[in-house]
């Protein structure tokens, strides 16, 4: 061969410091993949599982102090009760509010319409006993709280929960 041997050694050497360059941006490029799809499970789903974890904390919340306030006879143990609801309505509707704000897929925007829809209805429900039970007319409010209002909020924790679930997988 007419090829010295200063030559075939600078050939292999750049031969094999081209495929390091390779490998090493080959490595890069698999960082900066792992690090971005760590910054979705970090910086965003598990976000948006502590906001869901704080909606159905202040769900189950405002659902303990209804029944709480069925089991009450004093008026003033009641509107000590209700007092809370509020404050819990509060947490829920900032931690909504911000959940909103973060980047979703089509199914995560399928959930927060289907949890609005169903706030509206579990609040709706829980206004409506409250307000029997303010008007002394505690037969129809525990029929209503057992027919419609314990329901209605159990369906809203499970689709809470199942958006929790689908932040998890």
Same mark, same amino acid.
């Given at each position: 061969?007419?090829?010295?041997?200063?030559?075939?050694?600078?050939?292999?050497?750049?031969?094999?410091?081209?495929?390091?360059?390779?490998?090493? @941006?080959?490595?890069?490029?698999?960082?900066?993949?792992?690090?971005? @799809?760590?910054?979705?499970?970090?910086?965003?789903?598990?976000?948006?599982?502590?906001?869901?974890? $704080?909606?159905?904390?202040?769900?189950?919340?405002?659902?303990?102090?209804?029944?709480?306030?069925?089991?009450?006879?004093?008026?003033?143990?009641? @509107?000590?009760?209700?007092?809370?609801?509020?404050?819990?309505?509060?947490?829920? $509707?900032?931690?909504?509010?911000?959940?909103?704000?973060?980047?979703?897929? @089509?199914?995560?925007?399928?959930?927060?319409?289907?949890?609005?829809?169903?706030?509206?209805?579990?609040?709706?429900?829980?206004?409506?006993?409250? $307000?029997?039970?303010?008007?002394?007319?505690?037969?129809?409010?525990?029929?209503?709280?057992?027919?419609?209002?314990?329901?209605?909020?159990?369906?809203?924790?499970?689709?809470?929960?199942?958006?929790?679930?689908?932040?998890?997988?």
């Amino acid at each position: 061969s007419n090829l010295t041997v200063r030559t075939r050694l600078i050939a292999s050497y750049v031969l094999l410091f081209s495929i390091l360059v390779i490998i090493a @941006a080959t490595g890069f490029y698999g960082l900066r993949v792992a690090n971005q @799809a760590m910054h979705q499970v970090v910086d965003i789903n598990v976000r948006k599982m502590a906001l869901l974890e $704080d909606m159905s904390d202040s769900v189950h919340s405002v659902a303990r102090v209804v029944r709480t306030v069925a089991l009450l006879e004093r008026p003033e143990d009641r @509107a000590d009760q209700e007092k809370k609801i509020p404050l819990y309505r509060k947490k829920y $509707d900032d931690a909504f509010a911000e959940l909103r704000k973060m980047p979703m897929d @089509a199914k995560g925007k399928l959930f927060i319409s289907e949890i609005e829809k169903q706030t509206t209805t579990a609040r709706l429900l829980n206004n409506q006993f409250l $307000d029997l039970e303010l008007k002394g007319n505690k037969e129809a409010a525990l029929k209503l709280l057992m027919a419609e209002s314990i329901p209605a909020n159990t369906h809203w924790l499970d689709i809470l929960h199942e958006y929790i679930q689908l932040q998890r997988d």
